[in-house]
């Protein structure tokens, strides 16, 4: 069926480098995109959103890059901090009106000091 | 503003029995919805409301039954819990707008025994 996935659960980043969490998705239709945050023991946290009109949004040391031809997205971390350490995931929202976001899997972030 | 709250943070079931989790938020927000999360997965749709009076499904409905009856509250009954239902629990909230950014609550851990 029809699934918000990522391409790698596990991530392990040294600190001051730049990390990259991917994301596909499977409706071509979808036409919005999100990317959370989650800390352990906590609810998730708006990171950035994207609409499918745009390719790139840039945030606060973060970048999302939308692919539509191969409905792919990533989250780019720059100089990536202890605090980044979390579970990423990405969501979208599928056109149908009201429809909730779906929301991937996760990939765990782990930054090495 | 406090947000969205949830309350319990934690509750331990025993099998059969029936609880409320609770939900609040002060931000006039129209979207309410709830999710279940289990170990190192993502976060699944049980129901959602787009406003006061009104509910509707989301991916995984059965054993739990929402209502609506004000803006800020959303509680999310549990009838003769089962050990399936073990999980953390959240209460997410947006506005009905252009950004379908939504607000999470901190969850509800509940064990079923």
């Known amino acids: ?113 | 503003n406090a947000g969205v709250t949830q309350t319990p943070k934690f509750r331990i079931l025993k099998i059969g029995q029936s609880m409320t989790l609770q939900c609040t938020q002060d931000m006039n927000h129209n979207y309410m919805y709830w999710y279940r999360q289990d170990p190192g997965m993502g976060l699944k749709l049980i129901y959602y409301s787009v406003g006061a009076g009104i509910t509707d499904k989301g991916e995984v409905p059965n054993g739990y039954n929402v209502s609506r009856s004000t803006t800020e509250d959303f509680p999310l009954r549990l009838e003769l819990a089962a050990p399936s239902q073990t999980s953390v629990y959240f209460c997410a909230s947006r506005f009905r707008g252009l950004s379908y950014e939504q607000y999470f609550g901190p969850g509800t851990r509940l064990t079923v025994t």
């Open chain 1, 1 to 113: 069926g029809e699934s918000v996935g990522l391409h790698l659960p596990t991530l392990s980043v040294q600190e001051g480098d730049n990390s990259i969490i991917n994301c596909a998705y499977s409706n071509s239709a979808s036409d919005y995109f999100i990317w959370y945050k989650q800390e352990s023991g906590k609810g998730p946290q708006f990171i950035i959103d994207i609409r499918s009109n745009m390719d790139k949004r840039q945030g606060q040391r973060v970048t999302v890059l939308l692919n539509k031809t191969v409905k792919h997205l990533s989250l780019q971390i720059a100089a990536t901090q202890p605090g980044d350490s979390a579970v990423y995931f990405c969501a979208e929202m599928r056109p149908s009106g009201n429809t909730p976001l779906v929301f991937g899997k996760g990939t765990r972030l782990s930054v090495i000091a």
